[in-house]
């Protein structure tokens, strides 16, 4: 009933409703929940047509047109992205649509933060039944952390002893979506047996994992003094030349990968067979760099991973110098 408060629920408490809001700034966490709701969907109807749109560009009338009911009358689900930063247009159809949603359609709207839309947003949390708020707060505090890795294990049905989550919160303090994927990681290796704290420190020990991907962001965001620090510290610390390889290498083939597209992080992950945080991240590692650079840092990623093989003289040099080249943008220093 409009004028009454609508349902308010976590991340992973989403569910079908003719309108839902995913807000908050734990990117990670409103993709997952998208995911989990188009996956819900796509099972319980064989015929359900998925739209994405982005806000951000939305023409007057598209929402409308997504949402019509069919000749056939298959199920819809609309998946709206980049709300924040939505057109004027969009603002006025919203509005519009929320009065008198279709029947057998369902529209996810994706808010990451910020005042624009205010008086959507507003209306949103008025609607009643008709609209599911989906909250996705960022996870800042060390007992978040903790909580996240045991649901993780508990969604999958695994188990972690207590040493072992602590060491595991412990090598992934900053993101998200890698702490995830280290969880995934361990579970599927153990094959049913419970994760012990060796087992974490043999894969993530000393943080080694960790340093090695914070190397290459450095580098690819331009900032080659801390690239430099944080290469130091995980080679004083035991970390493989190869792992720190390996992180730049997967750093910059998703770039390659998402280079020059266009459509919305959902929609381009079911193309590229990623996740949307992994397209969302790559495209703003992309800031500042040129195919051309783009080119040239993977060719040295490439010779760096042969001379940590034996095909050349001085591995540490070679790091140093992918190190230098990455956070010029590809650009080769004399």
């Known amino acids: ?18 309108v839902v809001l995913v807000s908050g700034s ?14 819900r969907l796509k099972s319980a109807h064989d015929a359900v047509e ?35 930063k939505c057109t004027d247009a969009f603002l006025e159809d919203a509005l519009a649509y929320l009065a008198s949603p279709e029947p057998d359609v369902v529209v996810v709207l994706r808010h990451g933060g910020g005042n624009r839309g205010k008086k959507l947003l507003d209306a949103l949390k008025k609607s009643g039944g008709t609209v599911l708020l989906v909250e996705c707060k960022e996870i800042k505090k060390d007992a978040e952390r903790m909580g996240f890795i045991s649901a993780e294990f508990q969604r999958m049905g695994a188990s972690i002893a207590p040493a072992a989550q602590r060491a595991l919160a412990d090598a992934f303090s900053s ?52 690239a430099a620090v944080t290469l130091r510290h995980a080679l004083d610390a ?27 992080n959902e929609a381009l992950a079911s193309e590229l067979g990623m996740a949307p945080w992994q397209v969302r991240v790559a495209r703003g590692n992309l800031q500042g760099w040129d195919e051309a650079g783009l080119g040239a840092a993977i060719l040295e990623v490439a ?7 034996g095909h050349g003289l001085n591995p540490h040099y070679s790091l140093e110098r992918l190190v230098r080249i990455v956070s010029h943008r590809g650009k080769k220093l004399v």
């Open 50 to 84: 998925v739209s994405d749109v982005d806000a951000a560009d939305y023409a007057g009338g598209e929402l409308f047109q997504l949402a019509s009911p069919s000749l056939f009358g298959e199920p819809r689900f609309v998946r709206v992205s980049q709300v924040e």
């Open 1 to 18: 009933m409009a004028g009454s408060a609508a349902t308010l629920v976590p991340w992973h408490g989403i569910r079908e409703s003719p």
């Open 175 to 226: 993101d998200l979506a890698e702490l995830a994927a280290a969880c995934q990681q361990l579970i599927s290796d153990a094959e049913g047996a419970p994760v012990t704290e060796d087992t974490v420190e043999r894969y993530y020990g000393s943080r080694v994992e960790a340093t090695s991907f914070q190397v290459a962001d450095s580098a690819i965001s331009g900032n080659f003094t801390q």
């Open 238 to 264: 035991g970390a493989e030349p190869i792992l720190i390889v390996a992180a730049f290498a997967m750093k910059l083939r998703a770039m390659a990968n998402v280079g020059g597209t266009r459509g919305s």
């Open 303 to 309: 010779s760096t991973d042969a001379a940590l093989k």
């Open 26 to 39: 734990e990117s990670f966490l409103a993709d997952r929940a998208i995911r989990i709701l188009s996956d």
